[in-house]
């Protein structure tokens, strides 16, 4: 069981079984109902290529120091594999890839109608009105161009990207932080990785569903038909660090939908209106990484 480190940024955060960590507080993302993956595993022959040469499997693991691994064939599991004290019911912190979740979640918020990308993220959260968030809209947080004044620095400790991360550590309020930013250049003109962005975000998907953080994935989990819980960071007011704090199994991170709901996590294909989504709001530009891009695409797909 991992114990805490009392410091309050990326340093003291535990990756594996993070809801044992007595100075961060967590709620559960229940799994109500489900079922486990099919599994027929084999040894895998592997090469990975990277840096001017090959390596095995396990080799491999070792070098990039990795924890878990499992691989699927058509929705069924061929290969499982964890480091030595960690198995199938380990909950692995999935720090920033927890956008990745929320991104599905602002998908199925576009699909039935509570958001759409053009919206001011002031008038789904009008406590933002005169930050820098203030003329943004949901598109903007999505591909994170939303120009505000923000380094993400996890090795400064006075810098904003820290004292995010330590509200969650100390039990303080993180949206008091998000009203403090403040504007940088003009939206839509530039990218830049901001976990700021992610939990803005989030306050807008929350004020437009109704429903927090944890109750969201647990229904997405249900769509899954994950089997088992996994756990979010939450703050001292109780809202959830949904730009890296959730942890889960293995399994349920590679779940499928189950056959009894088959359009419940299904996305649709984009209309072909979206990629015109920024010109027809206000004619700005939009400046995107590709990794950023890949994430914006996982929630515009639903719609």
């Given at each position: ?117 053009t919206d001011a ?38 810098s904003l990207a ?133 994430t914006c695409e ?6």
């Open positions: 069981m991992p114990t805490s480190t009392a410091r309050p940024g990326l340093a003291g955060l535990a990756f594996t079984d993070p809801h044992h960590d007595p100075a961060w507080q967590h709620v559960v993302v229940p799994s109500t109902s489900g079922h486990e993956l099919p599994s027929a595993t084999r040894d895998l022959d592997v090469d990975v290529a990277g840096a001017g040469r090959s390596r095995g499997l396990e080799e491999w693991v070792t070098e990039t120091s990795s924890t878990s691994l499992l691989a699927l064939d058509e929705g069924t599991v061929v290969h499982e594999w964890y480091a030595e004290g960690l198995g199938a019911d380990t909950r692995f912190l999935g720090a920033s890839m927890t956008k990745s979740v929320l991104a599905h979640l602002i998908g199925r918020a576009l699909r039935d109608g509570a958001l759409a990308l993220v002031s008038g789904h959260v009008p406590d933002l009105a005169g930050t820098g968030y203030d003329g943004t809209t949901v598109l903007d947080l999505l591909t994170m161009t939303t120009g505000v004044d923000w380094v993400e620095d996890h090795r400064d400790p006075d820290s004292r995010l991360v330590g509200c969650f550590a100390t039990g303080s309020d993180s949206r008091a932080l998000l009203r403090d930013v403040a504007p940088g250049v003009p939206p839509g003109t530039r990218f830049a990785y901001c976990t700021a962005d992610s939990q803005v975000l989030d306050w807008v998907r929350e004020r437009a569903t109704g429903r927090s953080y944890a109750d969201d994935v647990a229904r997405l989990w249900e769509a899954l038909g994950c089997t088992r819980d996994a756990y979010v960071a939450v703050d001292g007011t109780g809202v959830a660090l949904a730009g890296g704090g959730l942890a889960a199994t293995a399994p349920p991170a590679s779940a499928t939908p189950r056959p009894s709901t088959p359009t419940a996590a299904s996305p649709v294909q984009p209309r072909s209106d979206h990629s015109s989504a920024r010109s027809s709001a206000n004619e700005r530009p939009v400046a995107r990484s590709r990794t950023q891009s890949s996982s929630a515009v797909q639903y719609a």
